[in-house]
C-alpha cells in the first residue's frame, strides 16, 4: 500500500471535469484507488464518489493506492494534482 498526501491547487477545485480527469487516469491502473479527506475514504475509480469530496482549492487529501501498478498509478495521479488538472491558466 501507497499513500500519498497533495493539495488542490487549482482554483475551482476538483468539480465534473478535474473528477472526469482523476477518474479516466485511475482506470489505467489496476490499482485500488482511495481518496481520505475529513474523515471518509471514497472510491477514487467512482466519479460520484470523487465529487461528493467537493474538495475545493487548498483541499489537502490523502490518496491512497493499493496493487501491483501503485507506484504507477500514484505518479500519475499525483502530477494531476501538481499540474492543476492542467486549468491553472483558466483560474487566473
Known sequence: MLKKKVT????????????S???K????????FHIHSH?????????????????ECGAELLLEFNGED???ACEAI???FEE??????EDD
Open 78 to 80: 499525483v502530477r494531476l
Open 25 to 32: 487516469t485511475a482506470a489505467k491502473y489496476q490499482s485500488e
Open 84 to 89: 492543476g488538472f492542467g486549468m491553472m491558466e
Open 8 to 19: 488542490v491547487i487549482n482554483a475551482s477545485g476538483i468539480h465534473a471535469r478535474p473528477a
Open 21 to 23: 480527469m482523476l477518474v
Open 70 to 72: 501503485e507506484q504507477e
Open 39 to 55: 474523515g471518509y475514504r471514497i472510491n477514487a475509480k467512482s466519479i460520484l464518489g470523487v465529487l461528493t469530496l467537493a474538495a
